[in-house]
């Protein structure tokens, strides 16, 4: 008896003991931030994330001397690391190092700032590939240290892009394959489809606050707790799932679509030439539901 008891506790300090690396994935496009032309209440806003991200970040790592945390900004058009630096290989979580993570991501947000956009692009929120480089990271990690207990986080501002939706339905397999939670903390108008989604097949978390003057809160008491430990609190849960795809050609929610049997582009209207990769379709729809009759042989 007192073994088994001994035994227990042991497990539990082990899973305790376990390492966690959370990556934050963070949305700082300015075409959304600043979509009202830039004024006091946009630049309020973004504040206000910065600085309650940082917050949460020195928070996840001062629970344990272990974590690990990679900051990730989904910025207009590209992907860019904020932190850690790539020329460094040290992630580890410590009192030192909090002050290291806010100047380090202050920096790499003022180079994204500093840095024009290019009108000739469209420029839509990097997401699908915040995501797919979150997890080529943790499955890096992941090679390295199978104990690792990582997830992600993905704070939204814009709304879903139609184009990416392949890419994160990707990403979001790829996450359950690895046992790897997507949380999702969306501060967008709408709800995104896309996050909700990734939350429920993953065994993440989904909720969209009213508004980011209260995200510290959220975050904190939301998202801090491990996975692990979520069981034991009682968090915001999904009552509905929109599981409708979105089509590429006016980016609206469908039930059913035609699909290019090539790149897998979604449609709600039938197209001889896929507009993605440009491949010709053989097939001919339906005219008014009813196909054509072959004419009879005398």
Not at 59 to 65: D, E, F, G, I, K
Request: hydrophobic share 40%; glycine share 6%.
């Amino acid at each position: 008896m007192a073994s088994a008891s001994m035994q227990a506790n042991g497990t539990a300090n082990n899973e305790v003991a376990t390492e966690g690396l959370l990556v934050l994935v963070v949305d700082t496009s300015p075409v959304h931030w600043f979509a009202q032309g830039g004024g006091a209440a946009d630049r309020a806003g973004l504040q206000q994330l910065i600085s309650s991200t940082l917050v949460f970040v020195n928070s996840y790592l001062l629970l344990h001397r272990s974590n690990r945390i990679v900051i990730i900004a989904a910025h207009a058009g590209k992907s860019a690391m904020l932190y850690p630096d790539p020329e460094q290989e040290d992630t580890s979580g410590n009192a030192e190092q909090a002050a290291k993570v806010n100047a380090g991501v202050m920096q790499r947000l003022q180079q994204l700032s500093d840095a024009p956009l290019d009108p000739a692009k469209p420029n839509r929120t990097a997401i699908a590939a915040s995501i797919s480089r979150a997890l080529c990271f943790i499955n890096r990690a992941i090679n390295e240290e199978p104990d690792l207990r990582p997830r992600i986080l993905v704070v939204q501002k814009s709304p879903d892009v139609s184009e990416h939706y392949i890419a994160i339905m990707n990403g979001i397999f790829s996450a359950q394959k690895k046992s790897v939670a997507v949380d999702a903390c969306i501060l967008a108008a709408e709800h995104s489809s896309f996050m909700q989604q990734a939350a429920y097949l993953t065994g993440g978390i989904y909720y969209k606050p009213n508004g980011p003057s209260g995200l510290l809160q959220y975050l904190i008491s939301i998202y801090l707790p491990d996975p692990s430990m979520r069981k034991l609190l009682k968090l915001p849960s999904q009552d509905s799932v929109d599981f409708r795809a979105m089509c590429f050609c006016h980016r609206e929610v469908i039930s059913t679509a035609y699909v290019c049997p090539v790149c897998l582009s979604l449609f709600c209207e039938f197209r001889p030439i896929c507009s993605t990769c440009g491949i010709r379709s053989h097939i001919q729809p339906k005219k008014n539901g009813v196909l054509k009759k072959r004419p009879r042989v005398a």
